[in-house]
C-alpha cells in the first residue's frame, strides 16, 4: 500500500488596498474655493491667497505663482500650518494689471498633480 503525505505551505497574508478603499486616489483634486475669488478685481494692498480643495493635499509638493502675460512673477510658499485641504499663502504688494493665480497640488494619496488658473485684477485704490 502507498501512504500520500500532504504537505500544508502557509502563505503571508497579503491586504490589497484599491481606490474606493483610499477615497480618493483615483479621481482629481477639486478646487472648492480661493481667494481671490475668479474674475475678483483686488485693491493692491491685499497679500492673502489661499486656495480650497475638497480633500487633504500634499503642501510640500504643492505650489501657487502669481503670473502675469504667461510668467511666473511671484513663486508663494505654502504655509505648513494651514489646514489639510488649503494652500494659504501671502505675497507682496502687486502692481495695477491682470494676473492669474496658478496653483497645481498633489493629494495626500500620492496620485498626480492636479493645476488650475484663477484670473484677477489687481487696482489702484484712491
Same mark, same amino acid.
Given at each position: 500500500?502507498?501512504?500520500?503525505? /500532504?504537505? =500544508?505551505?502557509?502563505?503571508?497574508?497579503?491586504?490589497?488596498?484599491?481606490? $474606493?478603499? #483610499?477615497?480618493? @486616489?483615483? !479621481?482629481?483634486?477639486?478646487?472648492?474655493?480661493?481667494?481671490?475669488?475668479?474674475?475678483?478685481?483686488?485693491?493692491?494692498?491685499?497679500?492673502?491667497?489661499?486656495?480650497?480643495?475638497?480633500?487633504?493635499?500634499?503642501?510640500?509638493?504643492?505650489? /501657487?505663482? =502669481?503670473?502675469?502675460?504667461?510668467?511666473?512673477?511671484?513663486?508663494?510658499? $505654502?504655509? #505648513?500650518?494651514? @489646514?489639510? !485641504?488649503?494652500?494659504?499663502?501671502?505675497?507682496?504688494?502687486?502692481?495695477?494689471?491682470?494676473?492669474?493665480?496658478?496653483?497645481?497640488?498633489?493629494?495626500?494619496?500620492?496620485?498626480?498633480?492636479?493645476?488650475?488658473?484663477?484670473?484677477?485684477?489687481?487696482?489702484?485704490?484712491?
Amino acid at each position: 500500500m502507498m501512504s500520500r503525505r /500532504l504537505a =500544508i505551505v502557509a502563505l503571508p497574508s497579503v491586504t490589497v488596498l484599491s481606490a $474606493p478603499v #483610499l477615497g480618493w @486616489a483615483a !479621481e482629481d483634486c477639486v478646487m472648492m474655493d480661493s481667494s481671490p475669488a475668479a474674475n475678483a478685481v483686488i485693491a493692491r494692498r491685499s497679500s492673502e491667497f489661499f486656495v480650497r480643495f475638497d480633500r487633504p493635499v500634499d503642501h510640500i509638493h504643492s505650489t /501657487l505663482d =502669481i503670473m502675469r502675460d504667461g510668467k511666473s512673477v511671484e513663486r508663494l510658499h $505654502p504655509r #505648513l500650518e494651514s @489646514a489639510p !485641504e488649503v494652500l494659504f499663502a501671502r505675497a507682496p504688494t502687486l502692481p495695477a494689471g491682470d494676473y492669474k493665480l496658478h496653483w497645481s497640488v498633489r493629494t495626500m494619496t500620492g496620485a498626480g498633480a492636479t493645476q488650475g488658473d484663477i484670473p484677477f485684477t489687481v487696482k489702484d485704490q484712491p
